[in-house]
């Protein structure tokens, strides 16, 4: 059984930081690439990055460079979002995101999802 949870979202003042975490299972977490996506009401869902299983590679959104960092611990199978100098449109519920579909009978897994909202 495949699962990835989310934590760390809540409420932040623009300017602010949050970091968010995803805990993985049910896989060989240290061989695949995770993914973190957002998506705000109304919009499609974005991926705002993305880091290679060993942790030596990353891509982020030209929205959040320079803004967000991800990286990961394969020892505790979790995959982290640091988001630092927060705006109120980076407000959405945070996805982590794993494909599996290499592997027979498996899928394109998301996490339940974590609420971010940058406010005053």
């Known amino acids: 059984q495949v699962q990835l949870v989310e934590s760390g979202g809540g409420l932040v003042q623009p300017g602010g930081s949050l970091r968010l975490s995803c805990a993985a299972s049910g896989f060989t977490f240290s061989m695949y690439p995770m993914r973190w996506y957002r998506q705000a009401p109304g919009k499609e869902r974005e991926l705002v990055a993305v880091?290679?299983?060993?942790?030596?590679?990353?891509t982020y959104a030209d929205s959040v460079k320079g803004r967000f960092t991800i990286s990961r611990d394969n020892a505790k199978n979790t995959v982290y979002l640091q988001m630092n100098s927060l705006k109120p449109e980076d407000t959405a519920v945070y996805y982590c995101?794993?494909?599996?579909?290499?592997?027979?009978?498996?899928?394109?897994?998301w996490g339940q999802g974590t609420q971010v909202t940058v406010s005053s």
């Open positions: 880091i290679t299983s060993d942790g030596d590679m990353t």
């Open positions: 995101n794993a494909d599996l579909r290499t592997i027979p009978g498996r899928y394109n897994y």
